[in-house]
Nanobody
Framework: QVQLVESGGGLVQPGGSLRLSCAAS????????MNWYRQTPGKERELVAS????????NYASSVKGRITISRDNGKNTVYLQMNSLKPEDTAVYYC?????????????WGQGTQVNVSS
């Protein structure tokens, strides 16, 4: 059974930090690109950060570049999102996504999301 379980969300003051984790099971984690998305009510889900299978190549949304770092531990089947200098506009539900581009098309899995609230 495929599972992506996010944790680490919560309430933090502006300027604070949070570290999100996403524990994966039920599939070959090291073969999947891992992504963090976020979504607020009434808006489309936004790609925040991506990390390639070996963890060397990363990409970030311009709105978070320099404040957020994505990393992965293939030995622990876990991807992380370190968020620093948080702003109220970072408030959202954060989702973990695993994606692999197979010959027949993309395969992907989603977590259930974890809420991040940035407020004083």
């Amino acid at each position: 059974q495929v599972q992506l379980v996010e944790s680490g969300g919560g309430l933090v003051q502006p300027g604070g930090s949070l570290r999100l984790s996403c524990a994966a099971s039920g599939f070959n984690f090291s073969r999947y690109i891992m992504n963090w998305y976020r979504q607020t009510p009434g808006k489309e889900r936004e790609l925040v950060a991506s990390i390639a299978t070996a963890g060397v190549s990363t990409n970030y949304a311009s709105s978070v570049k320099g404040r957020i770092t994505i990393s992965r531990d293939n030995g622990k089947n876990t991807v992380y999102l370190q968020m620093n200098s948080l702003k109220p506009e970072d408030t959202a539900v954060y989702y973990c996504n695993a994606r692999m581009y197979a010959a027949w098309g993309p395969l992907e899995y989603w977590g259930q999301g974890t809420q991040v609230n940035v407020s004083s």
